[in-house]
T-cell receptor, first 113, second 113 residues
Framework: ETGVTQSPTHLIKTRGQQVTLRCSSQ?????VSWYQQALGQGPQFIFQ???????GRGNFPPRFSGLQFPNYSSELNVNALELDDSALYLC????????????FGEGSWLTVV | GENVEQHPSTLSVQEGDSAVIKCTYS??????FPWYKQELGKGPQLIID?????GEKKDQRIAVTLNKTAKHFSLHITETQPEDSAVYFC????????????FGTGTRLTIIP
């Protein structure tokens, strides 16, 4: 049990649409990160939030955006969906103290058709 | 940025034998090295981690070794069991205070009964 809960577990969207994925972390986890994992590959870092501010971003375009809320929940928003956005989206959280254990949720499977 | 290479990509081991997975990293500033196990359709599960001030860590049948000079670290699983079959990912944290993980490409481990 990682204490990281994601929703929805699966969803299908049409190219050009927008999607919001949600994550709930355990209390005290001030840092949340989002990762994209394409089929057969390792997770790729999208961005990280620390105390509700973006604190690091990977090689993803601005149509990938996020929010972190004071209640340890967060969102990943993707606009103008493309077929290549089809992937498992993973939320990860930690206490934010640097080099600390990072726990992952089960992920949200997004299929873009 | 950090680059993590992982070998082998697939590994088949007879039940009861040992399995070893190796990773190398490029950024000498990396100081945190977790290993994750991912089962089909699930998120990555942390199985063991090691920090740069430690050379070896063991947890029951699982051990990790780190050679900072050579910039490589390895996962050792002894007395393998069928439930050890999964995809294993190594990862490195780029710098202290940053929770971004750079993942290897994964090793599909199959335990042959």
């Amino acid at each position: 049990e990682t204490g990281v809960t994601q929703s929805p577990t699966h969803l299908i969207k049409t190219r050009g649409q927008q999607v919001t994925l949600r994550c709930s972390s355990q209390s005290g986890h001030n840092t949340v990160s989002w990762y994209q994992q394409a089929l057969g590959q390792g997770p790729q870092f999208i961005f990280q939030y620390y105390r509700e501010e973006e604190n690091g971003r990977g090689n993803f375009p601005p149509r990938f955006s996020g929010l972190q809320f004071p209640n340890y929940s967060s969102e990943l928003n993707v606009n103008a969906l493309e077929l290549d956005d089809s992937a498992l989206y993973l939320c990860a959280s930690s206490t934010g103290a640097g080099g600390n254990t990072i726990y992952f949720g089960e992920g949200s499977w997004l299929t873009v058709v | 940025g950090e680059n993590v290479e992982q070998h082998p990509s697939t590994l088949s081991v007879q039940e009861g034998d040992s399995a070893v997975i190796k990773c190398t990293y490029s950024d000498s500033a990396s100081n945190y090295f977790p290993w994750y196990k991912q089962e089909l359709g699930k998120g990555p599960q942390l199985i063991i981690d090691i920090r740069s001030n430690v050379g070896e860590k063991k947890d029951q049948r699982i051990a990790v070794t780190l050679n900072k000079t050579a910039k490589h670290f390895s996962l050792h699983i002894t007395e393998t069991q069928p439930e050890d079959s999964a995809v294993y990912f190594c990862a490195a944290s780029e710098r202290f205070g940053n929770e971004k993980l750079t993942f290897g490409t994964g090793t599909r481990l199959t335990i042959i009964p």
